[in-house]
């Protein structure tokens, strides 16, 4: 786990060479650390990526190298760095869900 919160904080080293900017970072180094923890709590693809609205199919592709869309990436550091709770996650999927956010996304419906 601190792994993965230094490598949202400190730019990450590829061969040698420091990167810094989120352009040059390899999907490479976060899908390694991405699998290393989520072996390391023992969860499946489908628990550890729902909670990132992704599905199972989706995750495994990240896992194998596709590259993560800038809203998921995000998520993931805020979660590794523990801005984002399980708990947190929850919460926003069921107001997503629920009617009165229905209502506020679909005025006059």
Known sequence: MELL???W???VTIQNRAVDTPE???TTV???LIIAYRKMKKESQRRFWARFGVTQSRGSR???GAEIPPPVSILLGLYFLKTVS?????RAERVIYSRDA????NPGQ
């Open 24 to 26: 040059e970072t390899s």
């Open 86 to 90: 399980d708990g947190d996650l929850g």
């Open 62 to 64: 990240f896992e194998s």
């Open 102 to 105: 229905a209502a506020l996304l």
């Open 30 to 32: 976060d899908r390694h």
């Open 5 to 7: 919160e230094n490598h």
């Open 9 to 11: 904080k400190a730019p």
